[in-house]
Nanobody, 127 residues
Framework: QVQLQESGPGLVKPSQTLSVTCTVSGGSITTSYYYWSWFRQRPGKGLEWMGAITSSGSTYYGPALKSRTSISRDTTKNQFTLQLSSVTPEDTAVYYC???????????????????WGQGTQVTVSS
């Protein structure tokens, strides 16, 4: 059974960089062929796919946040990390990590390829 657990700062100041890490247990992030993904849900909004890193380390980003988003991984710790730069209060959200079997429909808003989710972590952007 694969488990994902997010960890984040809780509170970030405007203009800073938000960093949230997902720790995976019960399976390796280098196992082919999965897409280790980040989503967020802002207050009153739907679930938004932000990007993913593959089992081989390639990255894919959603167009809306691509210029501010970076996803990296630490295979020794079986973790992958989301960084979102130049945050504003509009980036206040619950951030989720997940494992996807493929991305073709995830990028269009589907969650059916997701087989495991983290519980989510609240990040608030405020001074």
């Amino acid at each position: 059974q694969v488990q994902l657990q997010e960890s984040g700062p809780g509170l970030v100041k405007p203009s800073q960089t938000l960093s949230v890490t997902c720790t995976v247990s019960g399976g390796s992030i280098t196992t082919s062929y999965y897409y280790w993904s980040w989503f967020r849900q802002r207050p009153g909004k739907g679930l938004e796919w932000m990007g993913a890193i593959t089992s081989s380390g390639s990255t894919y980003y959603g167009p809306a946040l691509k210029s501010r988003t970076s996803i990296s991984r630490d295979t020794t710790k079986n973790q992958f990390t989301l960084q979102l730069s130049s945050v504003t209060p509009e980036d206040t959200a619950v951030y989720y990590c997940a494992r996807a079997r493929y991305l073709s429909t995830v990028v269009a808003g589907s969650t059916s390829p997701i087989d495991y989710w983290g519980q989510g972590t609240q990040v608030t952007v405020s001074s």
